[in-house]
């Protein structure tokens, strides 16, 4: 069961998400042309482009965020209040 000694930074990791998807979409933004168009040439149908844009555009905002860690570390916990 879960309770509020367990669960208070559910909706801190979920704005961390959001935040994250949002700022990797910004990055790709200006390239979601060239994106689309190397996806669609080596993928086999529709489905597998969806697939392997997920999966290419979470790895990279991954590696590339993954860098800047400390950095969102310190500005997330400047605006969490814990308990």
Do not use: K
Request: hydrophobic share 55%; charged share 10%.
């Amino acid at each position: 069961m879960l309770n509020r000694r367990t669960t208070w930074h559910m909706p801190y990791c979920a704005t961390s998400v959001c935040s994250l998807n949002a700022g990797g979409v910004l990055i790709y933004l200006p390239f979601i042309g060239l994106y689309a168009t190397l996806i669609v040439s080596f993928a086999a149908s529709p489905a597998m482009a969806v697939a392997w844009a997920t999966t290419l555009f979470n790895l990279s905002i991954g590696i590339v965020f993954v860098a800047f860690l400390p950095w969102f570390e310190r500005q997330f916990l400047r605006s969490v209040d814990r308990p």
